[in-house]
């Protein structure tokens, strides 16, 4: 196949948005510029230590810097640089960043992100990922304000994310389909490597972490033991596969079929996985698959946000396996977990 490089692709598809003069083009290579120096960076994770002068400061006599904040102010440069936004929401930030720069004065958009989701898994050499979201800014002009990031999901108007695993993928959607790239080294380009990507809609495995079983909601708890029995006519059992990092988990469920729970627990009570910048996204992408996201009462993308790192139950993949969890979540609402 030829190869199509992530930069020819944006301008190809550029047609798609009769009134877009490049903007959102330009904000989506600045979101590759900054993936491909945090995956050099993930991909090092382990040799720091070895690389690096011992304590605070590495060869280059920088300091050395836990690899989620390196993220975060990887993609915040790229984005103030690419001045295309006014504003970003990101995890590592309590308060939302304004941006007020000369370049970015006529910007039209907003990033929410999570610079690198699942970062507790880089020790262990695990696959993690970034997790992105953009909005148009509601506000008028000056710096963003939170009020820019106080839109639903179905306002999204690109998301996508970036796994550093076995290979470096960058994975979005702008409501047009869902493209896949994969990094070539060789030539330091995401290229097309996944056109169309569309998820199955009855897959056979199911991805939730087990252990906290004991506090999860009556309707979770019997949709694993359905997914536990024999039924060849249902392909079941299903496969447990659980990595612990969402990016990871979501995006082989979104290649092979699958469904992603991370239900309300007793540790997190309105869920752990937050609504801006990890479920919204998440949920456009795989809607954009022919997939469902769900709290497993309602749509992901119409759940109205009030606060910035607000948090939601997720249940999200292969649109048959999360009708049928939302079908045991309503038959055993009234259950008391
Ligand atoms: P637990 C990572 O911290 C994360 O946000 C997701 O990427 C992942 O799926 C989940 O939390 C893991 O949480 O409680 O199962 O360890």
Known sequence: MKVKTLGQ??????????????ELSRLLRDIGIAAKIVNREVNKAGLVEILGETGETNIQGERVKKLDVFANDQFIAALKAGGEVCAIASEENDEIIPIDSEISKNAKYVVAMDPLD???NIDVNVSVGTIFSIYRRTTLSGPGTIEDFMQRGTEQVAAGYIIYGSSCMLVYTTGKGVYGFTLDPSIGEFCLSHPLMQTKTAGNVYSVNEGNYLHFPEGVKKYIKYCQEEDKATNRPYSSRYIGSGVADIHRNLIVGGVYIYPTTTKSPNGKLRLLYECNPLAFIIEQAGGKATTGYKRIM????TELHQRTPLFLGSSDMVDKVMEFMTKYAEVKA
């Open 9 to 22: 692709f944006i301008i190809e598809k550029q047609t798609d948005f009769p009134f877009a003069k490049g």
């Open 118 to 120: 699942g970062s507790s």
């Open 302 to 305: 119409e759940v109205p946000i």
